[in-house]
T-cell receptor
Framework: AQSVTQLGSHVSVSEGALVLLRCNYSSSVPPYLFWYVQYPNQGLQLLLKYTSAATLVKGINGFEAEFKKSETSFHLTKPSAHMSDAAEYFCAVSAYGGSQGNLIFGKGTKLSVKP | GAVVSQHPSWVICKSGTSVKIECRSLDFQATTMFWYRQFPKQSLMLMATSNEGSKATYEQGVEKDKFLINHASLTLSTLTVTSAHPEDSSFYIC????????????FGPGTRLLVL
């Protein structure tokens, strides 16, 4: 069965500092992996997705993530944090390893950005 | 990009009443829509998968008679919380899969339900 573990429920960085949000997955089939961002009282917005093509995936707002099969990881990074990046971030894996399957979400990581 | 809307964004109702939440794909056809529930400070939990023209598939532990789902067209799915109780208060989020790409779920902005 698929599962996702996000390490750290809360991450705090200074503006301009590196952002690193950790995600490890477990999947019995080749995974499709996603990162979503959620602002307060809003739905989820897709940041980026991995669908078995390039292992380094670039997304919106300067975020990127690298798929590492050997480490079963899909960590999200951004070189320089901006105040507007403060939000909740969710890592997800497709439940059935395919395209239209259900998504299994991690518990989320709240990112705070200090001025 | 693909846009999904939900209506209403906020609803407050009395215990025992029913509440209908609409999920619409505005610029694409969605053969599949998903309904999630999110409790405060927690992740999204899938409630059911809705396919146009067929009965919804509910996740284990979700009462299908309480959470009625109707996917009447390729752009509209509705979730009706019947005889709502305070424990049903939550943030309900729908998503839709664009038929052409099929790889990405596009999420609505969510509906916050408060049952008094």
């Amino acid at each position: 069965a698929q599962s996702v573990t996000q390490l750290g429920s809360h991450v705090s960085v200074s503006e301009g500092a590196l952002v690193l949000l950790r995600c490890n997955y477990s999947s019995s089939v080749p995974p499709y992996l996603f990162w979503y961002v959620q602002y307060p009282n809003q739905g989820l917005q897709l940041l980026l997705k991995y669908t078995s093509a390039a292992t380094l995936v670039k997304g919106i707002n300067g975020f990127e993530a690298e798929f590492k099969k050997s480490e079963t990881s899909f960590h999200l990074t951004k070189p320089s944090a901006h105040m507007s990046d403060a939000a909740e971030y969710f890592c997800a894996v497709s439940a059935y390893g395919g395209s239209q399957g259900n998504l299994i979400f991690g518990k989320g990581t709240k990112l705070s950005v200090k001025p | 990009g693909a846009v999904v809307s939900q209506h209403p964004s906020w609803v407050i109702c009395k215990s025992g009443t029913s509440v209908k939440i609409e999920c619409r794909s505005l610029d694409f056809q969605a053969t599949t829509m998903f309904w999630y529930r999110q409790f405060p400070k927690q992740s999204l939990m899938l409630m059911a998968t809705s396919n146009e023209g067929s009965k919804a598939t509910y996740e284990q532990g979700v009462e299908k008679d309480k959470f009625l789902i109707n996917h009447a067209s390729l752009t509209l799915s509705t979730l009706t919380v019947t005889s709502a109780h305070p424990e049903d208060s939550s943030f309900y989020i729908c998503s839709a899969v664009a038929g052409a790409t099929g790889e990405t779920q596009y999420f609505g902005p969510g509906t916050r339900l408060l049952v008094l």
